[in-house]
């Protein structure tokens, strides 16, 4: 069954169409990065679809259901929102320990979350003095409590160090790539999740502007060849005249858009021009996030 | 349910604040007993005075004194239920018990709890401040003809109702600054009003201080007149009837609202 199912969700706040007609799903065994910039809604579809926020339209579910009639919801699914929502004068442990008997878990799975996140040092500690990362942690790790086969993450990488992003990426790639888990994980930053995400959704302002597998997400699109010639020169002609648009870069290098390397070898062959170097440009990610949302 | 309950007396007794506000309920209730310990039996400007300290008249009235600690368990309440909007844990509160009403359910049942819990800890002190002063007064302590019992169970009761009535209060403001000023301004300063004024008792009586006083069902004469409360009975259903009037309301209405 799909796990996360976003079906032409829609959501105003007074006149700012936060989320406007939003549709996809998310399978099992998978990493889905929820993309866009600021503002573009994703928070906003993430707690539609964990019951915080009443959508105007459309379905968010989950195991096929609405959040709210699942009757054991956090061991159907783990969510991380956002790392402030800690009271400070309370410790870690006694945390997760209120969550625990709320949901009708055993109580030491407190301690073996927070064992799983590496914040078994700090179980006793007021997460008044905890860093971002670590509330980040403290977060994550209460999603586990229930143990769940399905995650909704919202921005969890925000205030971790390039270690703790690593640490992340891991985690998240085992959950769903050696425990079947499917997981919803959203960023500003495609960067943070490019080595960690099957798929992609991307939204701006509100709308999807992109849906796919992170691999046509970059070689989709118009990505260019260098080539290097000893007769450069006489190969542009060549390849202008083949349909590619080339730029001349330098004495020697071109940039071709438009024809495959192949094409390239084959009038290279033709026009017996040797070829020192044929290179796939791979595509910025960044550029193509900034492209396809309007950001630029 | 009861995991729920347990779950919001988790979350009381691993902040630091209630046993703040229990002790300073013990030193109000403290300082208020000094009061009518030093000035027992002393008429000022031949107004009434207090009976004398070895007579169970004024341990009747010492005893009384204990229905001051309502405000503590209403601002208790309060906090329960607006400090989870401040520090935002009414996220995860919320999505471990997507089914919003039954966590106000669980924490009207707590807020019960704790206004009992905080009335035991009164009449404890009650017992050990009261008892000995009458004793080396030269009295002699005996239950039989006075009227402590009720006036315990009307402690126990108006201290438990006062617990609910915070929580429905919060669920209703969300704001804590908003809902503990607005408790201890009804408090002090509106329920003061119509209960010392004559003229808006048949008003005051009605207001939940008023419906509290009635569950103590002992006559204070400010010098105004006797009040007239409610039947004690009566005390305890109007106290009632705010809290869940304020719970059923806030669940309709601020509790519904979009968590973002
Ligand atoms: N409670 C709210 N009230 C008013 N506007 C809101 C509220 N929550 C979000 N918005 C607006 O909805 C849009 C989408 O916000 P959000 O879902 O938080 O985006 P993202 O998580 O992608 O940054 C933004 O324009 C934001 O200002
Ligand atoms: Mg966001």
Redesign the pocket.
């Known amino acids: 069954m799909t796990a996360i199912e976003i079906r032409d969700l829609a959501?105003s706040?007074?006149s700012?169409?936060?989320?406007d007609g939003v549709s996809f799903t998310v399978e099992a065994g998978s990493v889905t990065g929820y993309l866009?910039?600021?503002?573009?809604?994703?928070?906003?579809?993430?707690?539609s679809l964990l019951g915080l926020?009443t959508p105007d339209s459309g379905e968010a579910l989950v195991d096929g259901r609405r959040y709210v009639t699942l009757p054991q919801p956090v061991s159907e699914v783990g969510a991380v929102l956002e790392a402030t929502s800690f009271h400070p004068g309370r410790t870690a442990l006694d945390h997760l320990r209120i969550l625990c008997v709320a949901a009708g878990l055993p109580d030491q799975r407190a301690g073996e979350s927070l064992e799983m996140v590496g914040l078994a040092d700090v179980a006793g500690k007021r997460v008044g003095g905890f860093s971002l990362g670590m509330r980040q942690r403290l977060a994550l790790s209460s999603a586990l409590l229930g143990r769940p086969k399905i995650f909704i993450l919202?921005?969890p990488a925000n205030g971790l160090d390039p270690a703790g992003i690593e640490w992340l990426r891991g985690f998240l790639r085992h959950l769903a790539h050696d425990q079947g888990a499917a997981v919803l994980v959203?960023s500003?930053v495609l960067a943070e999740v490019e080595q960690t995400v099957d798929n992609v959704v991307i939204?701006a302002?509100?709308r999807l502007v992109r849906q796919g597998t992170l691999k046509e997400l970059i070689t989709n699109g118009d990505t260019a060849i260098r080539v290097r010639a000893s007769n450069a020169a006489d190969l542009a002609p060549a390849l202008e005249a083949a349909g590619a648009a080339v730029e001349r870069v330098e004495d020697g290098l071109l940039r071709v858009r438009g024809i495959d390397a192949e094409a390239v070898g084959q009038i290279a062959l033709d026009r017996r021009v040797v070829l020192t170097e044929v290179t796939q440009e791979r595509s910025d990610l960044q550029k193509v996030f900034l492209e396809l949302t309007g950001e630029r | 349910m009861i995991g729920l309950v347990k779950a919001e007396l988790r979350k009381l007794f691993t902040t630091r604040l209630w046993w703040i506000m229990l002790i300073v309920m013990v030193v109000l209730v403290g300082v208020n007993l000094a009061f009518i310990i030093a000035f027992a039996g002393v008429s000022q400007n031949g107004g009434p005075a207090l009976p004398e300290r070895d007579t169970m008249e004024w341990a009747q009235v010492a005893w009384s004194v204990g229905s001051s600690g309502g405000i503590f368990v209403m601002i208790l309440g309060v906090v329960m239920i607006t400090s989870e909007y401040r520090y935002q844990t009414v996220t995860g509160t919320f999505l471990t018990t997507p089914r919003r009403e039954r966590v106000i359910a669980a924490k009207l049942i707590t807020g019960l709890l704790i206004g009992l819990l905080f009335a035991l800890v009164i009449l404890v002190f009650e017992a050990a401040t009261v008892v000995p002063t009458v004793l080396l007064s030269g009295g002699e302590f005996s239950l039989a003809e006075t009227r402590i019992p009720q006036v315990s169970v009307g402690i126990l009761a108006s201290l438990a109702l006062y617990g609910l009535f915070g929580i429905g209060l919060g669920a209703l403001v969300r704001n804590q600054i908003a809902g503990i000023v607005g408790a201890v301004v009804w408090a002090y300063v509106i329920e003061s009003i119509f209960t010392a004024i004559p003229a808006l008792h048949s008003v005051g009586k009605w207001l939940p201080g008023g419906a509290a006083q009635s569950l103590m069902s002992i006559d204070i004469d400010t010098g105004l007149g006797r009040p007239e409360w409610l039947p004690a009975w009566g005390g305890a259903l109007v106290l009632v009837a705010y809290g869940l009037l304020f719970a059923v309301v806030a669940s309709a209405t601020t509790v519904r609202r979009?968590i973002?």
């Open positions: 959501k706040f007074g700012v169409k936060a989320v866009g910039p600021n503002g573009a809604g994703k928070t906003t579809t993430l707690r926020v919202d921005e959203s500003h939204i302002k509100g | 979009d973002t």
